[in-house]
């Protein structure tokens, strides 16, 4: 028997001594202004970017009347259905004057850099009043972080992850001069403007100011700002790329940085992103021992329901996952991301 959740919240109360699970179903100016002098320069040496089609990877945008777009950052999705981008490109959203989408399958911009608005159907609106985030100035590494929720597509009325997938992220770290990617929607000229482009470099370590933060040696631009550090071997994201330093000083150049996931408030603004006492399950095994946290989710449902509390809920990545159950508690199923069947 199988259960298959398609809802985003399914709950099942089990009567005690265990029933085995039956079906469930579950700126308001559209010209782009190049940026002012005093961005940080953020290529490191020469411009290595490429045009790149990460359907994960989206751009925060103000939709403008007659639906034209002024995008301003990146944005991205994770598998328990939340949205992170940087703490400064959302820090003024209490007074955004026109709605926000995230967009994704970006088109070229036009030959003067003029962005072009992605189709009406891949546009998620972004719901202001679900935004938490911390960021503590420009020059306060580590404490820069956004997490928030889009609605469904006003046309298909399907969720972002559903149809444009997810990254897994994990607070483990890589080793030195390990490859790293950053991918977003940084300036540029021509059709290339605010269009998805990618960079791999070499990561330099982890550091600590007012929260963790990674550094490492990869191009980007103004406009990259939220997006996925990407550790390049194992295809997690360890962080949110927030800042450009890699200028040149006495004939070296510097490094980019982004907020680590092992920062405190960042780790705990996402696990608790679908409520209290939220334990995680994935079919992927990610490094370190799985305790049923997001960076370590248990890899069977029977485990997480073992752990779980009465009353908790469970995230369940999109998958299949061939085992039987017998539930003897209140519990909540979650499948933010996509259809989940449990059941042999």
Request: charged share 15%.
């Amino acid at each position: 028997m199988q259960i298959q959740i398609h809802a985003l919240l399914i709950t099942l109360l089990m009567l005690a001594g265990g029933l085995t699970p039956s079906m469930a179903q579950a700126a308001p100016d559209p010209q782009w202004v190049a940026p002012a002098g005093d961005e940080p320069v953020s290529i490191c040496n020469d411009d290595d970017r490429v045009a790149s089609s990460d359907s994960r990877i989206g751009r925060l945008s103000f939709l403008n009347p007659g639906g034209s777009v002024s995008p301003f950052c990146t944005a991205w999705l994770i598998g328990n259905g939340a949205v992170l981008s940087a703490g400064h490109c959302v820090d003024t959203s209490a007074t955004w004057p026109n709605p926000v989408v995230v967009e994704f399958n970006v088109p070229l911009s036009s030959a003067t850099g003029m962005p072009g608005s992605a189709a009406a159907v891949d546009q998620y609106p972004v719901q202001v009043n679900s935004i938490r985030f911390r960021y503590d100035g420009e020059d306060t590494d580590g404490a820069d972080w956004a997490v928030f929720r889009v609605g469904p597509n006003p046309i298909t009325s399907l969720s972002a992850h559903a149809v444009q997938g997810f990254f897994r992220v994990t607070n483990r770290n890589p080793s030195s001069n390990a490859a790293i990617r950053i991918t977003g929607y940084g300036v540029d000229d021509g059709g290339a403007n605010q269009t998805q482009q990618t960079h791999v470099g070499d990561y330099d370590g982890e550091n600590e100011d007012e929260g963790l933060w990674h550094e490492y040696n990869v191009d980007t631009a103004s406009g990259n700002s939220g997006g996925p550090i990407i550790w390049e071997a194992m295809g997690l994201a360890i962080g949110i790329h927030t800042t450009g330093g890699c200028d040149e000083f006495l004939g070296i150049f510097g490094s980019n940085s982004g907020t680590s996931f092992e920062n405190a408030d960042l780790a705990n603004a996402i696990v608790t992103f679908p409520g209290p006492n939220t334990i995680y399950v994935d079919t992927l095994v990610h490094p370190g021992a799985a305790n049923g946290h997001l960076y370590n989710p248990f890899n069977t449902v029977r485990q997480a329901v073992d752990a779980v509390p009465a009353g908790g809920q469970i995230s369940i990545v999109a998958g299949n996952y061939p085992e039987t159950l017998a539930i003897n508690k209140s519990v909540i199923l979650v499948a933010p991301v996509g259809t989940v069947v449990i059941g042999q």
